[in-house]
């Protein structure tokens, strides 16, 4: 049974840091490429950087480029997203998911971790 947990979220000042976490389980983590999702209340879910199987490529969306680092640990199969400079437009629930910036996340979402950003 595939699982992913978020966590990491929480309330931080704007120009603060977080940094987010996904355990998985339930499938060979480092087969497949990984990706962290967002969605702000009364928006879509939109894909917020994305990481090749091995760790080699990176993608950003253009909104947290120069902000935001993915990471991955293929030993622990886990999924980090380090987030700096944050802003309140960054306020969202993030959410990580099997897939890469060219393919559509596999399987099902996990609950999500709450970022907020306000002073």
């Known amino acids: 049974q595939v699982q992913l947990v978020e966590s990491g979220g929480g309330l931080v000042q704007p120009g603060g840091s977080l940094r987010l976490s996904c355990a998985t389980s339930?499938?060979?983590?480092?087969?497949?490429?990984m990706s962290w999702y967002r969605q702000a209340l009364g928006k879509e879910r939109e894909l917020v950087a994305s990481?090749?199987?091995?760790?080699?490529?990176?993608n950003y969306a253009d909104s947290v480029k120069g902000r935001f680092t993915i990471s991955r640990d293929n030993t622990k199969g886990t999924l980090s997203l380090q987030m700096n400079s944050l802003k309140p437009e960054d306020t969202a629930v993030y959410y990580c998911?099997?897939?890469?910036?060219?393919?559509?996340?596999?399987?099902?979402w996990g609950q999500g971790t709450q970022v907020t950003v306000s002073s």
């Open positions: 339930g499938f060979t983590f480092s087969s497949y490429e």
């Open positions: 990481i090749s199987r091995r760790g080699g490529m990176l």
């Open positions: 998911i099997r897939g890469g910036p060219y393919s559509p996340p596999s399987g099902s």
